[in-house]
């Protein structure tokens, strides 16, 4: 029985890694093929079967002929991702409607006698606590 020494173990991490590159790059391209809004359904397909069919080259082909657009999908996916983020921050931060709204509404449903200046009081002190 031969050992499996510490050699070995650094090979084996190194395939190990190398395998988990590759299922990652080919995943962020099927990706990239399904995302673009440019692609027909046809090339779609066509880009997907010469993928899965030939990996390698398919990769490689992939990558030169649409690298360059790949990253730009990317980086404007990142960049829409990053306003709805802020936007969604912000508004939780302003909680929606402020007070001072609140209470110009409740002033205008008064005045219009849509509510009773008794109701209008109950509103007032439930919307400042």
């Known amino acids: 029985m031969e050992d499996f ?3 070995d173990v650094i090979v084996s991490m190194f395939w190990f890694t190398l395998l988990m590159t590759w299922i990652w790059m080919i995943i962020a391209i099927l990706g990239d093929i399904f995302r673009d809004r ?3 359904g046809g090339a779609k ?3 997907t079967v010469f993928i899965v069919l030939i990996p390698w080259l398919g990769a490689i082909c992939y990558i030169f002929a649409r690298g360059n657009s790949m990253n730009e999908r990317t980086r404007q996916t990142r960049l829409d991702q990053q306003a709805n983020m802020r936007a969604f921050v912000q508004e939780a931060a302003s909680g929606g409607t402020s007070v001072s709204d609140e209470l110009r509404e409740l ?3 008064r005045d219009s006698g849509v509510i009773s200046p008794t109701e209008y009081e109950q509103a007032k002190v439930k ?3």
């Open 45 to 47: 397909a066509m880009w």
């Open 127 to 129: 919307v400042l606590t």
């Open 38 to 40: 440019e692609l027909n």
């Open 5 to 7: 020494g510490l050699w």
């Open 107 to 109: 002033a205008e449903l």
